[in-house]
């Protein structure tokens, strides 16, 4: 699959972020968006997604086969704000993404990331880490074409950094494009850097 983002133009009230960027995308890879603090990570990400709309650009999503797919419906986000229901137990967020994703348990993802372990403990007592690994699980079980990941690795300990890491590239596929933001660099295989720094 192919994203082309082309002739993009946004700016808050304090500046310029885009200023007619093209940027071309690949399944093929994982593309990791670099950059200081407002540099334009999570914009170019909350842009793709539908959540922020540019001045001016255009977006565009194709398959395998060079035809157009429309890319709203098709993608997963995760953000800063992790939406996950703080008031239900790990287990009843997790059931309430396989019925709304109409898919069945990632049994060894699942027990990986430790949920088996927190499946009664109610949301808002995890902590970061394990709510970062509940709404990573939550990606995995959507399986949309586009994954829009920002700062996916941030508040995980060393061992789930490292299975996580190697997860995404097993999820590298023809027909999934990943975008990932970071402020330094992950050495993924398969990666593609785009560095927003430099471009301004």
């Given at each position: 699959m192919k994203l082309y983002i082309d002739d993009l133009k946004f700016s808050y009230e304090n500046g310029l972020i885009f200023n007619?960027?093209?940027?071309k995308l690949s399944s093929d890879n994982i593309t990791l968006l670099l950059g200081k603090n407002g540099s334009g990570k999570s914009t170019l990400l909350r842009i793709?997604?539908?959540l922020e709309k540019p001045n001016s650009g255009k977006i565009t999503l194709y398959?395998?086969?060079n035809e157009k797919v429309n890319h709203a419906g098709n993608i997963s986000y995760l953000g800063h704000k992790l939406a996950l229901k703080e008031?239900?137990?790990t287990q009843e967020n997790i059931k309430f993404w396989l019925n709304f994703y109409n898919?069945?348990?990632l049994n060894k993802e699942y027990e990986e990331l430790g949920l088996d372990k927190l499946s009664s403990v109610m949301v808002r007592k995890l902590s970061a880490g394990q709510k970062k690994k509940l709404a990573l699980y939550r990606i995995l079980l959507s399986n949309k074409t586009i994954w829009l990941l920002d700062e996916p690795f941030s508040n995980l300990d060393k061992?789930?950094?490292e299975y996580f890491k190697e997860?995404?590239?097993?999820?590298v596929d023809k027909d999934r494009i990943m975008i990932i933001t970071s402020h330094s660099k992950l050495e993924l295989k398969n990666e593609i850097i785009i560095n927003l720094d430099q471009d301004k």
């Amino acid at each position: 699959m192919k994203l082309y983002i082309d002739d993009l133009k946004f700016s808050y009230e304090n500046g310029l972020i885009f200023n007619n960027d093209t940027y071309k995308l690949s399944s093929d890879n994982i593309t990791l968006l670099l950059g200081k603090n407002g540099s334009g990570k999570s914009t170019l990400l909350r842009i793709i997604s539908g959540l922020e709309k540019p001045n001016s650009g255009k977006i565009t999503l194709y398959d395998s086969n060079n035809e157009k797919v429309n890319h709203a419906g098709n993608i997963s986000y995760l953000g800063h704000k992790l939406a996950l229901k703080e008031e239900l137990t790990t287990q009843e967020n997790i059931k309430f993404w396989l019925n709304f994703y109409n898919t069945n348990l990632l049994n060894k993802e699942y027990e990986e990331l430790g949920l088996d372990k927190l499946s009664s403990v109610m949301v808002r007592k995890l902590s970061a880490g394990q709510k970062k690994k509940l709404a990573l699980y939550r990606i995995l079980l959507s399986n949309k074409t586009i994954w829009l990941l920002d700062e996916p690795f941030s508040n995980l300990d060393k061992q789930t950094y490292e299975y996580f890491k190697e997860l995404l590239v097993s999820k590298v596929d023809k027909d999934r494009i990943m975008i990932i933001t970071s402020h330094s660099k992950l050495e993924l295989k398969n990666e593609i850097i785009i560095n927003l720094d430099q471009d301004k």
